[in-house]
């Protein structure tokens, strides 16, 4: 079997151990490329608008009606594996609220943005390269890291606390209608108790940190490899689809050192 330049060049990189540092290097150029000063104020904080809406509260919908019906589930779950009678009903609103609080409304929440935000920064990013729109920048003088990488970043690290606080209250919200209102499984008195009952500010402060954290490895993975993408359109499924994969295996790498970190 004869292998063209390019598919020899690729499984040569395959086969060769320093392919990881060789990602980790090109990475660590292109977010020192991306952390420079922006060229034009105007047009960075024109973006930054843009991306706010299209990453940010264009995302609010997936993540209230998942916030909901995951808040309602874990409620009804909860209630009907309370066989001890010792167990205070109560218990129904408090395990909903830190569900939520500590892994759902961030680390489960920016898995499924990695999906979604992810593959769409990659996609724009990658097409963008591929119809040679990059180059035409950088001949320009244009720092294109610079300005089209930054206002993502910026943009999500901004919009993520707020889009964790929605899915805290969403999921509270759910388990309410999920364990009282359907099921009836608790009162409302005891529901309301349970959520503001032995209740820690430090809980909503870790979710957040987390959360920033993880937005950051959305936008920057993915730009990352929409930015080094060639080829044609099949390559830039091919980079949304890494960008996904990788961003989601190093939010699950973080989630366990950050929770190590912050909550002991």
Request: a neutral charge.
């Amino acid at each position: 079997m004869v292998l063209t330049l390019k598919e020899a060049i690729f499984v040569a990189k395959a086969e060769n151990p320093m392919h990881f540092f060789d990602h980790l290097g090109r990475y660590g150029i292109l977010v020192g490329r991306t952390f420079s000063k922006p060229d034009k104020s105007k047009v960075f904080f024109k973006q930054l608008i843009r991306e706010i809406e299209q990453l940010g509260l264009n995302s609010g919908g997936i993540v209230a009606i998942i916030s909901v019906f995951i808040g309602a589930v874990i409620a009804i779950q909860t209630a009907y594996n309370m066989e001890s009678p010792f167990l205070p009903r109560y218990t129904v609103g408090y395990v909903t609220r830190d569900t939520m609080f500590l892994e759902f409304s961030s680390t489960i929440v920016c898995l499924i943005l990695a999906g979604k935000v992810g593959s769409n920064v990659a996609s724009e990013i990658g097409t963008m390269r591929v119809t040679e729109q990059i180059d035409a920048l950088e001949i320009m003088g244009v720092n294109s890291a610079n300005f089209l990488i930054l206002p993502k970043i910026v943009a999500f690290l901004l919009i993520i606390p707020f889009l964790v606080l929605f899915s805290m209250f969403l999921g509270v919200v759910g388990g309410y209608v999920g364990g009282v209102v359907m099921t009836h499984a608790v009162t409302p008195e005891n529901y309301i108790y349970g959520i503001q009952f032995s209740l820690k500010t430090h809980y909503i402060i870790y979710s957040v940190i987390k959360s920033e954290v993880y937005a950051f490895i959305i936008v920057s993975v993915s730009s990352y490899y929409g930015y080094y993408t060639s080829g044609g359109a099949l390559d830039v499924g091919q980079s949304s689809t890494r960008a996904v994969v990788n961003s989601t295996i190093l939010i699950l790498i973080s989630n366990l050192l950050l929770t190590q970190m912050l909550l002991t």
